[in-house]
């Protein structure tokens, strides 16, 4: 397997899907002295979907890796650094098969996109997950990321009751 930068010539616009599958969720609730989060599982495994594309027109500048395997893509990663405060977005890091989740793909494509961060100067990294994507939030945690924020209506005003709160992790990067 190995990684090559993605021309934004060759796609942007261009569409792309993936799945996952999840057992429970993290639960949030209010408290007197702030919030509590809670893992709940569902009452039956839940397969999700993410619909995007390749380099979005909300980014600023951004950079996108593709990991290849006979080349055939297999994950990507994408970010952009946000200028007005030094924080590197990681906008999408997507292994798009389950047979190739596992397997070290993730981690390379985070490594890459974390040294154009710290290459960029950025201070932090950030990206958004949801509540319900377990498999991520422990991918993020082993690679250092913590919980900094949460939006309880990021996406619909349900999304409480679809147990799919948007949580934002973020990486303090070293100094150069």
């Not at 397997?1 to 060759?10: G, Q, T």
């Not at 979005?56 to 946000?82: I, K, T």
Request: hydrophobic letters at 35%; aromatic letters at 14%; glycine letters at 10%.
């Amino acid at each position: 397997m190995e990684l090559a930068a993605l021309s934004k010539e060759e796609y942007k616009g261009k569409t792309f899907l993936t799945h996952y599958k999840t057992k429970g969720y993290l639960h949030i609730d209010a408290c007197e002295d702030g919030f509590r989060f809670s893992y709940r599982a569902f009452g039956a495994e839940k397969e999700k979907s993410l619909k995007d594309t390749f380099f979005g027109d909300w980014l600023e500048n951004p950079v996108a890796f593709g990991a290849f395997q006979d080349g055939r893509m297999v994950g990507f990663v994408e970010g952009s650094l946000e200028t007005w405060n030094r924080r590197f977005r990681i906008s999408n890091l997507c292994v798009f098969e389950e047979s190739h989740r596992g397997r070290g793909v993730g981690g390379k494509l985070m490594r890459q996109i974390l040294r154009t961060a710290k290459d960029c100067g950025a201070r932090m990294a950030v990206l958004e997950t949801q509540t319900c994507n377990e498999k991520a939030i422990a991918f993020y945690k082993k690679h250092g990321f913590q919980i900094i924020g949460f939006d309880l209506y990021a996406y619909t005003n349900d999304d409480p009751e679809q147990n799919e709160i948007r949580l934002e992790m973020g990486l303090i990067l070293p100094s150069p």
